[in-house]
């Protein structure tokens, strides 16, 4: 605790199944904290994402190009581990509404039980983002809806590519 290796990098972990606006801002707060922050996109197979980790790194990349200090990437197994790994103390997370609390404060308090030298770090966005969810923004992909006021356009343009296989798959189409 009190040690200043804290305020050098810091590690904004997720699934980012696609990066929507609200992940931005939170990569934009976090960037004004720390010279240094690595976005990283987890496997995680049994979330069955609707986008691989390649595809949702290439996205984020787009999505930070213009912001220095932002390097994207992806990892396996356990994000404390993958944070030792990397030398780096803080976990970045957004928390959105009450909802997203439990399950942040299991999480930071499980990593903090395995990794005692790491802290979790919330981060709240801009309120005009605070009810956007990868997971609803899929759904209302799924039905056609508009989805320009939550991702960027390459994301949207994306999407609908994606969505639209999904329809389209045998037995569905
Ligand atoms: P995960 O599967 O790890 O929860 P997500 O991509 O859904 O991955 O979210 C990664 C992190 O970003 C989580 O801490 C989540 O609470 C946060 N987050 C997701 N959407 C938003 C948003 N609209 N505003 C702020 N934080 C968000």
């Known amino acids: 605790m009190g040690n200043l290796r804290y305020l050098q990098k810091?590690?904004?972990?997720?699934?980012?199944?696609?990066?929507?606006?609200?992940?931005?801002?939170?990569i934009k707060r976090a960037k004004e904290i720390f010279p240094e922050l690595i976005v990283a996109v987890a496997h995680n197979p049994q979330k069955k994402p609707l986008f691989s980790v390649s595809e949702r790194v290439r996205m984020l990349k787009k999505a930070t190009a213009l912001i220095k200090g932002v390097k994207v990437t992806d990892f396996s197994g356990l994000?404390?581990?993958?944070?030792?790994?990397?030398?780096?103390?803080?976990?970045?997370?957004g928390l959105r509404m009450i909802s997203?609390?439990?399950?942040?404060?299991?999480?930071?308090?499980?990593?903090?039980?395995?990794?005692?030298?790491?802290?979790?770090?919330?981060?709240?966005?801009?309120?005009?983002y605070s009810y956007i969810s990868s997971k609803l923004l899929k759904e209302v992909g799924f039905m056609g809806g508009d989805l320009s006021c939550f991702v960027p356009p390459y994301v949207e343009k994306a999407m609908k590519i994606k969505l639209h296989e999904d329809k389209c798959r045998p037995g569905i189409c």
């Open 10 to 26: 810091a590690i904004y972990p997720g699934s980012f199944d696609p990066v929507t606006l609200g992940h931005i801002d939170i």
């Open 79 to 93: 994000v404390v581990d993958y944070a030792r790994r990397q030398k780096v103390n803080v976990l970045i997370r």
């Open 100 to 128: 997203d609390f439990e399950y942040e404060f299991q999480m930071a308090l499980t990593n903090r039980k395995i990794a005692g030298s790491i802290e979790t770090i919330f981060l709240m966005p801009n309120e005009s």
